[in-house]
């Protein structure tokens, strides 16, 4: 596992959306990596590219990773939603591990899954904080592409 220091973290926070490359597909093998550097806010949304039409992907798991100046991190939600910005239609709850060092906690949530997103769908993660703050959370999603 890779581990950024705050100061670090901090640095990419700047950066409002990292450019990933467009999800993997080897045979049905699909994998696809995001991250987002979000606002003064206490709910931050990682959206994942549509799911190819005429597919439906199952998510085997998802990975994902963000830190704070100390231990306000409340939630992370894997959803699925129609358009990159409409409301989650289903979602499932990540359990998060946490791990603080001296004045950073880091927070990683790893899930292994069984969860389906039609074609032409987004995978979200969200994030809920008790305070608000600039939370930078990268994330990646693998699994199974079937034809609908």
């Known amino acids: 596992m890779i581990r950024l220091s705050f100061a670090a973290l901090a640095a990419l926070a700047a950066v409002p959306n990292v450019a990933w490359a467009a999800p993997s597909i080897v045979g049905n093998h699909y994998e696809d990596n995001n991250s987002i550097s979000c606002a003064n806010s206490s709910v931050c949304r990682l959206t994942f590219d ?25 939630s992370v939600a894997l959803g699925i939603s129609t358009t990159p910005t409409d409301s989650m239609k289903r979602f499932r709850w990540l359990p998060v591990t946490a791990l603080t060092t001296g004045s950073v906690t880091d927070y990683v949530a790893d899930l292994e899954t069984k969860q389906l997103v039609g074609p ?18 990268t994330c990646s999603i693998t699994g199974t592409l079937i034809n609908q």
């Open 50 to 74: 549509a799911t190819p039409a005429g597919k439906v992907l199952i998510i085997e798991r998802v990975n994902c990773h963000t830190a704070y100046p100390q231990p306000i991190l409340q």
């Open 120 to 137: 032409v769908r987004h995978p979200n993660i969200v994030i809920r904080s008790s305070t608000a703050y600039y939370p930078y959370l």
